[in-house]
């Protein structure tokens, strides 16, 4: 089985800062790509950002230059440093791996549980 475990949410004034990690365990062969999700009340889920096993990366639009995603490929984690955080930014945000198990022969995405981050004014 594999679990992924986030942790890090929490509540902060806007321009604060958080940091998420996920730390992904169990019968792992290989992890792909890496990424975070975010659903806010009435809305649909969406990506944050994703980074792949060179740390290449990707954002959304309204992150960039706020948030800088990295993994720690030993330990099969991967984190989100939020600065300058904003009201607009609380939701549940997911943690998502594209990973191989042990028992496997293809890749498939896992999801975390979720962790609560709230922003206020």
């Known amino acids: 089985q594999v679990q992924l475990v986030e942790s890090g949410g929490g509540l902060v004034q806007a321009g604060g800062s958080l940091r998420l990690s996920c730390a992904a365990s169990?019968?792992?062969?290989?992890?792909?790509?890496m990424g975070w999700y975010r659903q806010a009340p009435g809305k649909q889920r969406e990506l944050v950002a994703a980074i792949n096993t060179g740390s290449n990366s990707n954002y959304a639009d309204s992150v960039k230059g706020r948030f800088t995603i990295s993994r720690d490929n030993a330990k099969n984690t991967v984190y989100l440093q939020m600065n300058n955080l904003k009201p607009e930014d609380t939701a549940v945000y997911y943690c998502?791996?594209?990973?191989?198990?042990?028992?496997?022969?293809?890749?498939?995405?896992?999801w975390g549980q979720g962790t609560q981050v709230t922003v206020s004014s």
């Open positions: 998502n791996a594209f990973l191989m198990q042990q028992s496997s022969s293809y890749y498939s995405p896992y």
């Open positions: 169990g019968s792992i062969f290989s992890i792909n790509a």
